[in-house]
């Protein structure tokens, strides 16, 4: 199986590049990431993860991004959400809130779990995201937990600040934006990537919390968890099928979906309510495959285009440097993590 293959919602990497300003070409960073720069901002629509966090670092490549992941999470909102945002306000209380985000959390992104565990001073609220510590990565994580604190603070009735901030990987270049936006200590080179929060803040009653409208909004997210949670193993299958039929050429939509036991007509609208296309998903298995081929050192160039599908090593290497930005050569002797 291959590895990577987490998706994220649109929604972080549109937030994401409108909160890095007027220092970055906004339209083509978007376009890159296979996003319509003037699109819907719809939050079913899921890019790889992959993709999100090369896209972070090439905003860090045009402008400073110290406090990029602040302002960012700094700009999200319930409604941004959808029907996860109404139950995150409908909750009777912040402890309900982050409930449905550790719960319902599958429904804007493949690659991330939350757990909330009790400490002796409140709660712990941890993010748990596998892979290597790189910059996109650390930078996703930042403003992840800022974003948490800015749904926490739109629906509470008294101001909310955690007692405490953690993040695993190192301290940038400075730390006041994120201690000035969190409103207390924020520790790098922790053990966790957590929010530690009082019993006070997580016990005083929501705004608009309401019980009826929860119960109706927590069976809608139920049934659109289990149709994400289908829809999400159809994907992998997906992904292992056109990686073992690349060898061949580019997969045909209709033969994929014949050995998944789907008609054409089927496949395509389950993709489609996943927020993918049959083209998309070829794409990005063709590009985290041959990475991956990369990484491993044991093939040759010439083999890669072959197991990845392309007719000739010249034609691999366009799509290569058209996907990352350099040629397949080039990635293989900067070594680069996955």
């Not at 409908?90 to 449905?100: P, V």
């Not at 405490?164 to 200590?185: D, L, M």
Request: with cysteine; hydrophobic share 45%.
């Amino acid at each position: 199986m291959l590895r990577g293959m987490g998706t994220v919602t649109s929604l972080f990497a549109r937030k994401m590049v409108a909160a890095a300003g007027d220092g970055i070409d906004a339209p083509a960073l978007l376009a890159w990431a296979g996003l319509d720069p003037v699109g819907p901002w719809d939050p079913a629509v899921m890019i790889p993860a992959e993709t999100y966090y090369t896209l972070l670092e090439r905003i860090a490549e045009q402008v400073d991004v110290t406090d990029l992941p602040v302002r960012g999470g700094a700009a999200m909102r319930c409604d941004d959400y959808g029907a996860l945002g109404l139950a995150w306000k409908a909750a009777l209380d912040l402890m309900g809130s982050f409930a449905r985000v550790e719960r319902y959390a599958r429904l804007w992104t493949s690659v991330v779990r939350y757990e909330r565990r009790p400490d002796a001073r409140g709660m712990l609220f941890i993010l748990h995201r596998p892979g290597a510590r790189r910059l996109g990565l650390r930078l996703s994580n930042e403003a992840t937990l800022a974003s948490a604190i800015s749904l926490a603070r739109q629906v509470s009735r008294a101001p909310v600040s955690p007692l405490e901030v953690r993040f695993r990987h190192a301290a940038p270049k400075t730390t006041a934006h994120h201690e000035a936006w969190f409103g207390c200590p924020v520790w790098f080179g922790a053990d966790l990537d957590a929010l530690l929060i009082s019993d006070e803040a997580l016990t005083r009653p929501n705004i608009l919390g309401d019980e009826g409208i929860s119960r109706y909004l927590i069976s809608h997210l139920d049934a659109a968890l289990a149709r994400v949670t289908e829809d999400g193993d159809l994907v992998t299958q997906a992904r292992d099928a056109i990686a073992r039929a690349l060898s061949e050429g580019p997969p045909r939509m209709d033969a994929i979906a014949q050995g998944l036991g789907l008609s054409a007509r089927s496949f395509h609208r389950r993709l489609s309510e996943h927020g993918l296309t049959f083209q998309t998903l070829t794409d990005t298995t063709r590009r985290e495959l041959a990475e991956g081929l990369l990484r491993d050192g044991r093939h040759g160039l010439a083999e890669i285009a072959f197991l990845t599908g392309f007719s000739d090593q010249s034609a691999f290497t366009r799509a290569f440097k058209r996907w990352v930005g350099e040629t397949p050569a080039n990635y293989r002797k900067a070594g680069r993590s996955p």
